[in-house]
């Protein structure tokens, strides 16, 4: 008799967990560059359409098909009989789905760490190895029966069994493949390289917390009797916990350590403390949640570093430490913690070896299993691409995609901004107005002297976005109405403020600032720079620049007038 909750339950989960695919394609594409966009979306992608036919012919069989201590079965297509491990009242196909996008999800971690250089047909064949034997064996050991299970081994949705599979694949595939083209200077420090689109990493992470509700709550795999009920519903509340508390942790902890919160390094620490919480939340009380919260918030961010700086793995969303660290440091924070059996709680310290001895042999086998894939690779199709490749971006050299942003552009309108409170007033120790400009001996055309006879002058001023509507209101004033607008990015030769991003100092700081190109004749050069000094002057590093240069000529395209001639009028 099939149990209708139940099963709907199940399916519900599986659905969530599926929908998981679309919060780490976002957070991917977000925390990388955008030239490399569409392929990290292709490999989420590939990642899940690849692990559903090899989890149905092979992974499936050998994870549940079976009662051995070390593999399952060979039951290609799932024509077996699994009675015996079927959730009550869940038929096989509920079954299958939910523990399919559960292998998904443990190979879709591993293209965040080896983005922006992995060849795409290497990544695919990854994806199919993970997914056919690598996680399906562990995953045998954990939930299939075998030998962990026997010992007491406790994971109940997967820091372990699906997230630090992930987490140590994509740091052997990482290390193997090598750090990103500019990550590292000549003296083996690294450099930051920013995510393009921090508003769709944010969407990306908010999607998986959504998701996690699914991935450990639905783990019950049934809503049959108060107690399971009860359960379910303890389970939403440490899940949430740990996050929530995780990020509070990072936030304050990066606010300590690099003097100003870290955005993306706090939105991590939510999937670390989902990641942490994920082995032992049907087993530790709210508080345990928190301190599992606590200690992922902390180790999240040194972890970051720690392979950032010390061990020179390129990750450039952070995923070893996300699902690698905070999955095992979860999974034994749960001997420790679990209100039944911890050993905080007075369960003796056998649980907690037993829990110590899972997370070392998972590590083991997923070392030497993706040593043994990754090289393969590397030494046969090759696993990194081309230095061409990569500093052009693989969107257009894997898939032949110019830009995953085709008819977006940056926008020329800038928000007005209220003059007096743009900037703080001058520095008081201001003892002068700002230097006298040297005149540039260009006047207005005097009557009979034609055009070709007039001095054409570029003014091209670098400034603040803020200080935009009180530049160009100062240019109309003094009667300068024609003016190119353009969103850039940059800094001086001082290089910018130091800042800093997951822990790295950047080298570089690019700013946003905007660029107005103005044509001059019939206003003297002069009294253009005299009034943008005026609109933009503050006394402040970023008041801006500016740069005059001489024009040969102007041609008017419609009219076919050159020169001066070329400036009159509307256009």
Known sequence: ??????????????????????????????????????????????????????????????????AGALIGGFDPLVRGDYSSILPEGVPLSAFFIFQTVFCATAATIVSGAMAE??????????????????????????????????????DFAGSTAVHMVGGVSALIGAKILGPRIGKYDEEGKPRAILGHNLSIAALGVFILWFCWFGF??????????????????????????????ACVTTMLF?????????????????????????????????????????????????????????????????????????????????????????????????????????????????VVTMLIVFTVIKHTIGLRASAVEELEGLDIHEHGLPTAYADFSQSTSMTAVAKANAYPEPVAARKAAPDEAVPVQVTSAPSGITASDVALSKVTIICSQAKFEALKDAMNEIGVTGMTVTQVLGCGIQKGKTEYYRGVPMTMNLLPKVQVDIVVSKVPVWEVIQAAKKALYTGNIGDGKIFVYHVEDVVKVRTGETGYDALQGEE
């Not at 990544?123 to 962990?148: E, F, K, N, Q, T």
């Not at 709210?286 to 020179?312: H, R, S």
């Open 1 to 66: 008799m099939y149990s209708s909750v139940n099963t709907i339950w199940v399916l519900l989960g599986a659905a969530l967990v599926f929908f998981m695919q679309a919060g780490f394609a976002m957070c991917e594409a977000g925390f990388t560059r955008a030239k490399n966009t569409g392929n990290i979306l292709m490999k989420n992608l590939m990642d899940f359409c690849i692990g559903t036919p090899v989890f149905w012919l092979l992974g499936f069989g050998i994870m549940f098909g079976g």
């Open 117 to 154: 250089r992995t060849k795409f047909i290497s990544y695919c064949i990854y994806s199919l190895m993970i997914s056919a034997v690598v996680y399906p064996i562990s995953g045998h050991w954990i939930w299939g029966g075998g030998w962990l299970a026997q010992l007491g081994f406790h």
């Open 216 to 245: 450990n709550g639905c783990s019950t795999v049934s809503m049959t009797g108060d107690e399971t009920i009860e359960a379910a519903g303890s389970i939403f509340v440490t899940t949430n916990m740990a996050a929530a508390v």
């Open 254 to 366: 990066t606010w300590i350590r690099f003097k100003k919160p870290d955005i993306s390094m706090t939105f991590n620490a939510a999937l670390g403390g989902l990641v942490a919480i994920t082995a032992g939340c049907d087993m530790v009380s709210p508080v345990g949640a928190a301190v599992i919260g606590i200690c992922a918030g902390i180790i999240l961010p040194l972890a970051v570093e720690f392979f950032d700086k010390v061990a020179k793995i390129d990750d450039p969303v952070g995923a070893i430490s996300v699902h690698g660290v905070c999955g095992a440091m979860g999974t034994l924070l749960t001997g420790l913690l679990a209100v039944d059996g911890g050993l905080l709680y007075g369960g003796g310290v056998q649980f907690f070896l037993t829990q110590c001895l899972g997370v070392v042999s998972v590590i083991a086998w997923v």
